[in-house]
Nanobody
Framework: QEQLVESGGGLVQAGGSLRLSCAAP????????MAWYRQAPGKERELVAE???????NYADSVKGRFSISRDSAKNTVHLRMDNLKPEDAAVYYC????????????????????WGQGTQVTVSS
C-alpha cells in the first residue's frame, strides 16, 4: 500500500552529478523527518543526509559540501542533490521516513512509524 518511491539513480563518471528523488504519500511526508541512507556491497548501511519537518539538515562528514538534501512539501518529495561524485559514493541509496508524535487521544502515548524505500543504485565510474 503506502510506499516510498525512489528515482534518479544511475551510472555517472567520477566528478559528475545526480539528483535522487523520493516521493511519499502525503500522510507519511507531512508527519515525517526524512533521510537518505546508502549501503555499498559488503558494507553497513549508513546515514548520508537527513532533513526534519522544519527543514533542519544534517550530513555525514564524507558528503558535506558535496550533497544537499531538500524537501518539496507541494509534491511530498525529498531530493538529494549529489555533486562531485566519487567512486566511494557508489552504493544503493535508500529513502527513509520517521515520525514520532503524541497520540491524538492521549498525550501520554506516542505514535511512531518507520518507512523505507526500495533503494536506487548509484554507480560511479572513473
Amino acid at each position: 500500500q503506502e510506499q516510498l518511491v525512489e528515482s534518479g539513480g544511475g551510472l555517472v563518471q567520477a566528478g559528475g552529478s545526480l539528483r535522487l528523488s523520493c516521493a511519499a504519500p502525503e500522510s507519511i511526508f507531512r508527519r515525517s523527518d526524512m533521510a537518505w541512507y546508502r549501503q555499498a556491497p559488503g558494507k553497513e548501511r549508513e546515514l548520508v543526509a537527513e532533513i526534519s519537518k522544519s527543514g533542519s539538515t544534517n550530513y555525514a562528514d564524507s558528503v558535506k559540501g558535496r550533497f544537499s538534501i531538500s524537501r518539496d512539501s507541494a509534491k511530498n518529495t525529498v531530493h538529494l542533490r549529489m555533486d562531485n561524485l566519487k567512486p566511494e559514493d557508489a552504493a544503493v541509496y535508500y529513502c527513509y521516513a520517521h515520525s514520532l508524535e503524541p497520540d491524538a487521544r492521549s498525550s501520554m502515548r506516542m505514535n511512531e512509524h518507520h518507512y523505507w524505500g526500495q533503494g536506487t543504485q548509484v554507480t560511479v565510474s572513473s
